[in-house]
């Protein structure tokens, strides 16, 4: 794991029990490390703290002993109480040189972002990477914003150089236009979790990306 380098060319998960097709995060991670997944997200707004404790330290050390990337949402306390990688933040949560005090200098810090402005902004405040989205509409997420679109990813292909995930509304039948924009990292949500079947899923994904599965 590294700050300069910290998002794989490939997908990026996060969690979603409530779309999981009532399978735990633990068993979801579990088959996203079997699927060869090298970064994960924990993700969940409605869990109290105790219940996220207990989940996140289960899978830092699942993701810990694969060697994958292990990213908090938003709660810092909580990421750096397991011993996370990195957290990642919104752009109504703390500003991030505080959370960069707050964590020091090894954890990765990504950022949500929305426009061209939130994105240098970003650069200028030492985010390690960003998001970039929601592209297309999603439901996933509370009080999300509007679809950026892909004329924001065109821009942060071509203007922004720190990494880069993009997120929102990413399928299977629309990824391919998201790659086609220069996307190297992809998250989805739901599109895996409520997938019957993981590996296939992940699997499918990859070759319609060309981000197959390295053996």
């Not at 929102?168 to 220069?182: A, L, Q, Y």
């Amino acid at each position: 794991m590294s700050r300069n380098n910290p998002l794989p060319g490939d997908l990026y998960c996060i969690t979603a029990e409530d779309y999981s097709l009532g399978r735990s995060n633990i068993e979801i991670v579990k088959k996203w490390i079997a699927a060869d997944i090298k970064i994960i997200q924990y993700r969940e707004k409605d869990k109290d703290m105790k219940k996220k404790y207990e989940e996140c330290k289960i899978i830092r050390e699942l993701t810990k002993k694969a060697g994958v990337i292990f990213i908090v949402n938003d709660d810092i306390d909580l990421a750096m109480m397991v011993q996370a990688d990195g957290v990642h933040i919104g752009q109504d949560d703390f500003p991030l040189e505080a959370v960069r005090q707050l964590v020091g200098d090894q954890m990765i810090i990504g950022i949500s972002t929305h426009s061209p402005e939130q994105a240098q902004d970003a650069v200028k405040s030492g985010a390690d990477y960003i998001g970039v989205g929601p592209i297309f509409k999603t439901s996933t997420k509370k009080n999300v914003c509007d679809p950026v679109g892909l004329e924001y990813l065109n821009y942060v292909v071509d203007n922004i150089s720190i990494p880069f995930v993009a997120i929102g509304g990413i399928k299977e039948g629309n990824v391919s236009e998201v790659v086609r924009c220069g996307a190297k990292c992809i998250a989805m949500v739901t599109e895996i979790t409520q997938a019957q079947d993981i590996g296939p899923k992940i699997n499918r994904i990859r070759e319609i990306t060309g981000m197959e599965e390295k053996e």
